[in-house]
């Protein structure tokens, strides 16, 4: 079974902090994939960020930074300067392929963001 | 280079009706996934497709839920007799086939239904 733990369900910040959402994630698969998505008020989803099981590397674009640490099970988000754009709920997700099953994402329950001007 | 497409956007439907949800893929896409998204919630995986085929069904409910995905045309999402408690975001994805190595699901807009 897999599980994504989203603790913060709701986060504000004044405009042009940093804040950082957190995500644990349980599997039993040794291969597995981690995203970030997006869903701004508009409702749609938009994709952020894909990290492999095998690839710890962290990952910088732009204000966007992602901390990949398998040791904790972690895969946080941060962004700096925030701005009121940002503003949206932020899922993290996880796929796991040990089965062939990479296609049946498990989300967590997302973090509601609030960028105050 | 349209992306996934959902429609409708909006849909009420009241008590009993049968509620179709339309979903076409990205180009080149050939793999198919329908979510729900229950108010204040997140998403719940509920079916994967690929064309003319259900691969895996385990997160749709057992009665009034139904899922296809032809040759040609888009993905239905077909669910009869609804409950308010269908009322919810849902969500298509699609991704590329398997051996592209790509394992990203790009997702639609959302069909929001409304049961009354």
């Known amino acids: 079974a897999q599980k994504v733990t989203q603790a913060q369900t709701e986060i504000s910040v004044v405009e042009k902090e940093d804040v950082t959402l957190d995500c644990v994630y349980e599997t039993r698969d040794t291969t597995y994939y981690l995203f970030w998505y997006k869903q701004p008020p508009s409702g749609e989803l938009v994709f952020l960020i894909r990290r492999n099981s095998f690839d710890e590397q962290n990952e910088i674009s732009g204000r966007y930074s992602w901390n990949f640490q398998k040791s904790t099970s972690s895969f946080n988000f941060t962004i700096t300067a925030s701005q009121v754009v940002d503003s949206a709920v932020y899922f993290c997700a996880l796929s796991g392929g040990d089965s062939g099953g990479y296609q049946k994402v498990t989300f967590g329950t997302g973090t509601k963001l609030q960028v105050i001007p | 280079n349209a992306g996934v497409m959902q429609n409708p956007r909006h849909l009420v439907r009241r008590r009993g009706q049968e509620a179709r949800l339309r979903c076409s893929p990205m180009?080149?896409?050939?793999?198919v996934y329908w979510y729900r998204q229950l108010p204040e919630e997140g998403l719940k995986f509920m079916v994967y497709?690929?064309?003319?085929?259900?691969?895996?069904e385990s997160g749709m409910p057992k009665e009034r839920f139904s899922a296809e995905f032809p040759k040609e045309g888009p993905s239905i999402l077909r669910i009869q007799q609804v409950v308010r408690g269908d009322s919810a975001a849902y969500f298509c994805?699609?991704?590329?086939?398997?051996?592209?190595?790509?394992?990203?699901?790009?997702f639609g807009p959302g069909t929001r239904l409304t049961v009354t």
């Open positions: 180009k080149g896409h050939s793999h």
């Open positions: 994805a699609s991704s590329p086939p398997a051996n592209s190595g790509s394992y990203v699901q790009y």
């Open positions: 497709l690929q064309k003319e085929n259900i691969i895996d």
